[in-house]
């Protein structure tokens, strides 16, 4: 069974998280494209929003929140990401 592109680009984003991850956005979209391999080119947009997303800080901002708050800070994130970044509601999601 195939994964899904959720699932993969999951599996990415931890074993960045693993390896520490770097504020260069540009290595940020390299790691990403070097761990899904084959995946990268079809997994464009959604490697774009992962990007777009650490650049706004929704990662720092996520592990910094407590527990409790997250899912509205969860909302507030994509909120500010589809404000700033002119994202459709569904992309942010």
Known sequence: MAASSDDL????L???GESG??????RV???????????ARNLRREVTLVVAAVDEGVPTALASAPAASRSSDQQQLARRLSTERGLTDEAVH
Not at 9 to 12: G, K, L, S
Not at 29 to 39: C, I, Q
């Open 29 to 39: 979209r390299a790691m990403l494209n070097d761990l899904l391999g084959a995946d």
């Open 14 to 16: 931890h074993r960045i």
């Open 21 to 26: 991850a770097p504020s260069d956005l540009t």
């Open 9 to 12: 680009i999951a599996h990415a």
